[in-house]
């Protein structure tokens, strides 16, 4: 062997080496007086690693509601006011229909805010909702958007409604940047009824100076059930049916464009969808643990182990030195398909690891393959006859993996994402470390 080859051969062990410390070890940094693995964390499904699991119930609670002597709701009570107490949900929207549609919307708001792998389910007799979803950071924020109502109106100084829900036609986030950051914008797009609306708005709610040269201002203000979004005026007409509403301030900071852009997104996500018919109360929130255990893993982990190593085993016996490098080729590729997974975002779930095991296999088939050409001397497009007849097991996998990425379901999708990268990783590792391990090297003798 030439010394380029052996160089070559060297540098590509090295490379299998170092990739599969990163992935089986990881890349620790000191911070402060302890160590961080800065290789990202796999990202793993409910079945997993558990998640949280929330109740939301009726309101069956009842308001205070002040009403004057023409029977209009005041805020404070006084002469000629009457009291009642009035029931948060009507007794009479208290039924099936309202229920499930109040879990339809909860399922579409999960689904606007990338809640894939969820759970939901709903009881028929009283409306309660059961929900189960990943346990992260937004959790809180997710849980607390299911029960806000949603109702969006735009209204006067006087209360009167100009505009609503019915007149949107779509919500989204959008950004800028500007000399002092980023500025991100919630853009609401009307239908045509909405825009012409809103165009004669912005001709009315205006500022003005009247012949003392006080000025006069209209206001219209956005508000989310009670709670008040934007209040402004305008100074030149909207044409274009685009309510285009600043949320936070333009800046540098990451993390609060982060922030800004979740918030746009969730309001986005309300207006996105319908206004739920009733009102609800999370009434059971807690962190519910996987039934599966680390300990469950051991068994069917060392079994794994077990069969990659008779593998390993089989391919040196039978094909000796090339076996043994075939061996290393293998070792690189469950290595490098592992760091795929963490950094791809790919959730991982029991029938992806599933997957994981159907991507070791088709790789070792492959090298099989590659191996038996090799030791019946057919010493001509050795890599391109393997790879040809590997073809025709890895292009209906392939198709399948593909058709299964678009399913809504997350362990469907989980296990057609991993079949994808899997086969990929095949295709590149092969290309790179087995060729070069054993088909240029013999090319090169």
Same mark, same amino acid.
């Given at each position: 062997?030439?010394?380029?080859? &052996? ?76 009291? &009642? ?79 609503? &829900? ?56 956005? &508000? ?77 982990a060392i079994t794994l182990l077990a069969i990659i190593l008779i593998g390993v085993i089989f391919l040196i016996i039978k094909y000796r030195k090339d076996g043994f490098l075939a061996s290393i080729a293998l070792i690189g590729y469950i290595a490098t398909l592992l760091l795929v997974l963490r950094y791809t975002n790919v959730v991982l ?97």
């Open positions: 062997m030439k010394i380029e080859q &052996k160089l070559k051969v060297a540098l590509v062990i090295l490379f299998i080496i170092l990739i599969s410390l990163i992935s089986f070890g990881g890349i620790f940094i000191q911070k402060g007086k302890s160590f961080e693995n800065i290789v990202s964390e796999y990202k793993l499904g409910m079945d997993l690693e558990g998640g949280r699991r929330v109740s939301l119930v009726v309101d069956t609670s009842n308001n205070t509601v002040i009403y004057d002597k023409d029977g209009n709701v005041v805020e404070e009570e006084g002469e000629d006011t009457t009291t &009642k107490e009035e029931p948060v949900n009507p007794k009479e929207a208290l039924i099936v229909d309202n229920y499930n549609k109040s879990k339809n919307i909860m399922e579409k708001r999960l689904n606007e805010m990338g809640v894939s792998d969820y759970i939901i389910r709903e009881d028929e007799t009283n409306g309660t909702i059961y929900i189960e979803l990943p346990e992260n950071d937004n959790t809180d924020l997710i849980c607390s958007y299911l029960t806000i109502p949603g109702k969006f109106t735009v209204v006067n100084n006087d209360g009167e409604e100009l505009l609503n &829900k019915s007149h949107v036609k779509k919500a989204q986030v959008g950004y800028s940047y500007v000399d002092t950051g980023t500025a991100i914008y919630l853009n609401i797009e009307l239908n045509k009824e909405g825009t012409q609306i809103f165009k004669d708005i912005t001709n009315t709610y205006i500022k003005t100076t009247d012949e003392e040269g006080n000025e006069n201002t209209k206001n219209i203000s956005l &508000k989310i059930d009670d709670t008040t979004l934007l209040t402004t005026y305008f100074e030149s007409e909207i044409s274009n049916g685009i309510i285009q509403m600043s949320i936070g301030t333009a800046t540098t900071d990451n993390e609060a464009i982060n922030s800004y852009l979740q918030e746009a997104s969730n309001l986005a996500v309300l207006l996105n969808t319908e206004d739920l018919p009733l009102v609800y109360n999370i009434q059971e929130n807690m962190h519910v643990m996987s039934d599966i255990t680390k300990d469950m893993f051991y068994i069917p779930t029991m029938e992806g690891i599933v997957a994981i095991v159907i991507s070791i296999v088709l790789d070792y088939i492959f090298t099989v393959y590659l191996l038996s050409l090799i030791k019946k001397d057919e010493t001509s497009s050795l890599f391109k006859e393997a790879l040809i007849k590997t073809i025709f097991i890895i292009i209906p996998v392939l198709i399948t993996a593909v058709v299964l990425c678009f399913a809504g379901w997350l362990p469907i999708f989980s296990f057609g994402m991993i079949i994808f990268w899997g086969l990929l990783v095949i295709l590149l590792c092969n290309l790179i470390i087995t060729k070069t391990l054993i088909v240029d090297i013999r090319k090169n003798k």
